[in-house]
């Protein structure tokens, strides 16, 4: 899905602790302490929750779990190691974020980002806006095998225009994160993807086949209920985008040059560049471009009366760390730059999520009960709809309580790998709910990294997406709905030895 190729632990590394003292309702213990925690502070705080309060919750959930887990003599140490190795397995998630950020702003000063929403007013209107959000994001992540890196992009650039175009943020949103983790699950270059035939034990190319068979119904319903509401949107907004034509064109020189930026980015991920390389190249592409096509933007973020090579180097550099401002009288083109204009300063807050996340995640895993939650799951599976509705039910508790999308694949696909087997099921079974339950709906919950990511770099809360991400929440459905109807459930095709030679034949 993202960055995993820079991380230094590797997703199929990931080890659950069991812990044989501990009962079920000892690990639950902290699960409804953080949900009853979170619930009452997101009361008290509403949007502003994210600012630093949930944060706290979070190590407070920790500190209930390293309650449970002293009492059943397990030692602190132990705890912070875990955590230690948590933290750590996100190194990769947290320098992306910051690249992220450092990129926005280059490409804000640039005129990349306006010169996206400019181009896009004229080609897109209310009405389509939404449909096309989708299938541009699921072209892009397929491409790149990457939804992050389709929302730190052409994510950025949507999200500017259909503010202009005065369509709903979490709509904008909900749309591309749809088609964005569409891409993301079908594409071969896809980290989950790769993950969850890995941990099923079965072949890439036939999990992609396999999965397509809920996977397309699911964006296809997806597709028609954005085409709907696109229908729903105030067409007059259309009428006001030439004030927003002429005023981005007054603040920035606009020219089809720009899109060589983004397109030289993209065809790095397509050439399976690392994602931190392709954003530094991106970033530092758009200071150079900042320079030659918008010195007086760059003069003017600098506070300087000319440009020299002093006043390049602070105005690019202000873009690329802290939150910029462009000179515009248009409230709206305001609001738009100023959420683009982030720089690394303003991925702090998320990865001071993303960290909070991992300690809570860390110390559940390290007292045993990431594991006694998921064997109690198991042990509910009395049937083959049970098996398939445990694995779900697995796959988004550990998206809540680990933080991490990868343990929702690699803890489900080692603890379920053998129960399928034992039923006579195919590993596609398993690795395509997997993806319909752990890979999408991790960018549902707005302290796992996905979904701090997603929330940080698209500028939009989660709960206010949340129920346009039809794609993603819609996926877990479609697949206890197959698996309900017994609708393709691929069988183990039992093995044929040749007596004479001992190799199999089927």
Same mark, same amino acid.
């Given at each position: 899905?993202?960055? $995993?190729?820079?991380?230094?632990?590797?997703?199929?590394?990931?080890?659950?602790?069991?812990?044989?003292?501990? !009962?079920?309702?000892?690990?639950?213990?902290?699960?409804?302490?953080?949900?009853?925690?979170?619930?009452?502070? +997101?009361? +008290?705080?509403?949007?502003?929750?994210?600012?630093?309060?949930?944060?706290?919750?979070?190590?407070?959930?920790?500190?209930?779990? @390293?309650? +449970?887990?002293?009492?059943?003599?397990?030692?602190?140490?132990?705890?912070?190691?875990?955590? @230690?190795?948590?933290?750590?397995?996100?190194?990769?998630?947290?320098?992306?974020?910051?690249?992220?950020?450092? #990129?926005?702003?280059?490409?804000?000063?640039? %005129?990349?980002?306006?010169?996206?929403?400019?181009?896009?007013?004229?080609?897109?209107?209310?009405?389509?806006?939404?449909?096309?959000?989708?299938?541009?994001?699921?072209?892009?992540?397929?491409?790149?095998?990457?939804?992050?890196?389709?929302?730190?992009?052409?994510?950025?650039?949507?999200?500017?225009?259909?503010?202009? =175009?005065?369509?709903?943020?979490?709509?904008?949103?909900?749309?591309? #994160?749809?088609?964005?983790?569409?891409?993301? /699950?079908?594409?071969?270059?896809?980290?989950?993807?790769?993950?969850?035939?890995?941990?099923?034990?079965?072949?890439?190319?036939?999990?992609?086949?396999?999965?397509?068979?809920?996977?397309?119904?699911?964006?296809?319903?997806?597709?028609?209920?954005?085409?709907?509401?696109?229908?729903?949107?105030?067409?007059?907004?259309?009428?006001?985008?030439?004030? =927003?034509?002429?005023?981005?064109?007054?603040?920035?020189?606009?020219?089809?040059?720009?899109?060589?930026?983004?397109?030289?980015?993209?065809?790095?991920?397509?050439?399976?560049?690392?994602?931190?390389? *392709?954003?530094?190249?991106?970033?530092?592409?758009?200071?150079?471009?900042?320079?030659?096509?918008?010195? $007086?933007?760059? &003069?003017?973020? @600098?506070?300087?009366?000319?440009?020299?090579?002093?006043?390049?180097? /602070?105005?690019?550099?202000?873009?690329? &760390?802290?939150?910029?401002?462009?000179?515009?009288?248009?409230?709206? #083109?305001?609001?738009?730059?100023?959420?683009?204009?982030?720089?690394?300063? %303003?991925?702090?807050?998320?990865?001071?999520?993303?960290?909070?996340?991992?300690?809570?995640?860390?110390?559940?895993?390290?007292?045993?009960?990431?594991?006694?939650?998921?064997?109690?799951?198991? !042990?509910?599976?009395?049937?083959?709809?049970?098996?398939?509705?445990?694995?779900?039910?697995?796959?988004?508790?550990?998206?809540?309580? *680990?933080?991490?999308?990868?343990?929702?694949?690699?803890?489900?696909?080692?603890?379920?790998?053998?129960?399928?087997?034992?039923?006579?099921?195919?590993?596609? !079974?398993?690795?395509?709910?997997?993806?319909?339950?752990?890979?999408?709906?991790?960018? #549902?919950?707005?302290?796992?990294?996905?979904?701090?990511?997603?929330?940080?770099?698209?500028?939009?809360?989660? *709960?206010?997406?949340? +129920?346009?991400?039809?794609?993603?929440?819609?996926?877990?459905?479609?697949? =206890?709905?197959? *698996?309900?109807?017994?609708?393709?459930?691929?069988?183990?095709?039992?093995?044929?030895?040749?007596?004479?030679?001992? /190799?199999?034949?089927?």
């Amino acid at each position: 899905m993202n960055s $995993q190729d820079i991380t230094p632990k590797q997703p199929q590394d990931e080890h659950i602790i069991e812990n044989r003292e501990l !009962n079920i309702w000892e690990a639950l213990i902290p699960v409804f302490a953080l949900v009853g925690m979170l619930a009452y502070n +997101v009361f +008290v705080y509403g949007d502003d929750a994210l600012s630093g309060s949930n944060q706290f919750i979070l190590l407070l959930g920790g500190a209930v779990a @390293a309650v +449970v887990g002293i009492y059943n003599k397990v030692s602190f140490t132990q705890m912070i190691d875990e955590v @230690a190795e948590n933290v750590k397995s996100t190194t990769g998630a947290l320098i992306i974020l910051l690249m992220v950020g450092a #990129l926005a702003g280059t490409w804000l000063i640039s %005129g990349v980002i306006p010169s996206m929403i400019y181009y896009g007013l004229q080609i897109l209107n209310p009405t389509i806006f939404l449909g096309a959000c989708v299938i541009i994001c699921a072209i892009i992540s397929i491409a790149t095998g990457s939804s992050w890196t389709t929302s730190a992009t052409v994510g950025i650039a949507l999200i500017g225009i259909g503010e202009a =175009l005065g369509v709903s943020l979490g709509m904008t949103a909900g749309a591309i #994160l749809s088609g964005a983790y569409f891409g993301d /699950k079908m594409s071969p270059l896809s980290d989950t993807t790769n993950l969850a035939p890995a941990m099923a034990g079965g072949e890439l190319f036939s999990h992609i086949k396999y999965m397509s068979l809920t996977t397309v119904p699911t964006i296809s319903i997806t597709l028609i209920v954005f085409i709907l509401l696109g229908f729903t949107q105030d067409t007059s907004g259309v009428a006001d985008t030439s004030l =927003l034509l002429n005023d981005i064109s007054k603040a920035f020189n606009v020219t089809p040059w720009l899109f060589l930026v983004p397109i030289i980015v993209i065809v790095l991920i397509v050439k399976k560049t690392s994602p931190l390389i *392709a954003l530094l190249i991106g970033t530092l592409l758009g200071g150079i471009f900042a320079v030659i096509f918008q010195p $007086q933007v760059v &003069t003017q973020i @600098a506070g300087a009366d000319s440009l020299t090579f002093e006043s390049a180097y /602070k105005g690019i550099m202000d873009a690329i &760390t802290v939150k910029t401002s462009i000179a515009t009288e248009n409230e709206t #083109l305001k609001d738009l730059f100023s959420a683009s204009g982030k720089g690394m300063s %303003g991925m702090l807050g998320t990865i001071w999520l993303i960290i909070c996340a991992m300690v809570f995640g860390g110390i559940m895993d390290a007292i045993g009960a990431l594991s006694r939650i998921s064997q109690a799951l198991l !042990n509910l599976a009395t049937s083959t709809f049970g098996l398939f509705a445990s694995t779900v039910a697995s796959c988004l508790t550990l998206n809540v309580t *680990a933080s991490d999308q990868y343990l929702a694949i690699v803890v489900p696909g080692k603890m379920f790998k053998k129960a399928y087997e034992d039923r006579g099921l195919a590993p596609e !079974n398993l690795s395509r709910t997997l993806e319909d339950s752990g890979t999408v709906t991790s960018v #549902l919950v707005p302290w796992n990294t996905c979904g701090a990511y997603q929330s940080g770099v698209l500028g939009v809360p989660v *709960a206010d997406y949340f +129920v346009f991400a039809i794609f993603n929440w819609l996926s877990p459905f479609m697949t =206890l709905l197959f *698996a309900a109807f017994s609708i393709k459930i691929k069988q183990l095709v039992p093995k044929i030895t040749n007596p004479y030679t001992s /190799k199999s034949i089927v």
